[in-house]
């Protein structure tokens, strides 16, 4: 079998070596199945702000009545705490960075008014100038609060456990179970981030949570632009459409 052929459309003649045909169409294949597949990617994410959307919407509910009906699930991630704040007992979140400035996170104890349990409430970001006093504000008394629960993928811990001689203690991870131990109570098993305006809050530094699709979309057409141009630019390398066209063009 030859490796090689001719077509004459007309004027256009095409040379064809199958070989580079081949080669051709897995390139081309390859380059659309990316296309695909970020359009795929883009799908799920409009599916993902939907049901952020949807989420969005609900109306929080008391996080007392989680804890008493949780069957391992969290029916509502808006919630609303009754209680007070330990604010003897806050834990500072480090190394935390917000806008180029090293700071800590500060995580303080919520105790429920009613249930008597734990929640771990997440109040943001602070940082500490050079020889400055840690001060992020006591809030004392009973409070209400609304917040984001906050659902943390788990991730191995190490075997090292954080100093608790003094207060704040200063821990590198959140993880419940570690602060369970030190506080030597039982905790509700997600901490949960401060809304705007709420007592104790400081600068809410964390990062939106977003499921955008355009940059699947751009990279989605930028796969299948590839694909047609790798086609046409080898249709024009291998045929003397250019010649004719210009043939044409001229009086």
Known sequence: MQST?????????????????????LIATGFIRLGFWQLDRASEKMALQTAM??????????????????????????????????NEKSFLLVPQ??????????????RLQNSN???????????????AQLNFGLVVGARQLTAQIHL????PGSDERPDASSWPVQIRRLDVNVISEILGEDLFPY??????????????????????SNA?????????????A???VSLLASSNIVSVLREKEDP
Do not use: M
């Open 152 to 155: 943390r993928s788990s991730s």
């Open 191 to 212: 901490p949960v981030r401060l809304n705007e305006d709420q007592p104790g809050v400081l600068i809410r530094h964390w990062t939106a949570v977003t499921a955008n």
């Open 230 to 232: 790798i086609v046409i």
């Open 97 to 110: 960075s917000y806008n180029g400035q090293l700071g800590f996170g500060v995580i303080t104890p919520f």
């Open 117 to 131: 349990r734990i929640v771990l409430v997440d109040r943001g970001w602070i940082t500490v100038a050079s020889g």
């Open 53 to 86: 959307q949807q989420e969005q919407r609900k109306e929080a509910i008391n996080i007392e009545d989680i804890i008493l009906t949780r069957d391992g699930t969290i029916p509502n991630l808006h919630v609303t705490l009754a209680g007070e704040y330990i």
């Open 5 to 25: 052929a001719e077509v004459k459309l007309g004027p256009v003649l095409i040379r064809i070596n199958w070989f580079v045909v081949a080669g051709i169409v």
């Open 216 to 228: 699947n979309i751009s990279y989605a057409i930028q796969w299948f632009v590839f694909a047609a």
